[in-house]
């Protein structure tokens, strides 16, 4: 398997390097879509390993780093932030409530919206969890300042095509 992988890294390597030479507008190698997508699953596979321990999938970790950060958050707030529609992030809840690290609870004063809340097993698994950023950091082997580099730029890339989209809208 490391064979492997540092065969993708060569080949990344090279490709980094072609970019700059390449003139064709459709070349693989210059295309965002194809870097983000590699990307996207060469890290969420660092972060599939890690996060196995805890019993969580990547897509739960950030329901729960979202309730980490505000506890209870209305389904609709975690939805905007997360940027999932209802359909994705029901299914979410509904397991982790399975697992007794939620619950969600109906508002009092309206019906319609429901409040998720952490229950003390998912307040204990915030500990285990501090030891995924820096476990991640140190699987990719990147400094922390390119790493912070890359969050900020594609949190433009991410803004930007929010406003395209909005504005097709």
């Known amino acids: 398997m490391a064979a ?12 980094a390097g072609s970019i700059a ?3 064709d507008p459709l070349s693989l190698e210059r295309q965002v879509c194809f870097a ?3 990307a996207n699953r060469s890290v969420l596979r660092i972060y599939r390993r890690l996060l196995d321990p805890l019993g969580l999938t990547h897509p739960q ?7 980490w950060e505000t506890d209870p958050r209305a389904v609709k ?6 940027q999932l ?8 809840l509904k397991r982790l409530e399975s ?4 619950v969600r609870r109906r508002r009092g004063d309206d019906e319609r919206n429901v409040d998720v809340a952490l229950t003390d097993d998912g307040r ?3 500990e285990q969890a501090l030891a995924i950023p820096p476990a991640v950091v140190a699987e990719l082997g990147v400094d922390l300042s390119e790493l912070e580099e890359l969050h900020s730029v594609l949190t433009r890339v991410n803004a930007a095509a929010l406003r395209a989209e909005a504005a097709r809208d």
């Open 99 to 102: 697992s007794g690290l939620i």
């Open 4 to 15: 492997e992988v540092m065969a993708v890294v060569a080949d990344q390597e090279a490709v």
């Open 36 to 38: 983000l997508a590699v």
């Open 61 to 67: 970790y950030l329901v729960m780093l979202a309730l």
């Open 77 to 82: 707030d975690i939805g905007t932030a997360l």
């Open 21 to 23: 030479a390449a003139d």
């Open 85 to 92: 529609d209802s359909a994705t992030l029901s299914p979410l």
């Open 124 to 126: 204990h698994l915030r």
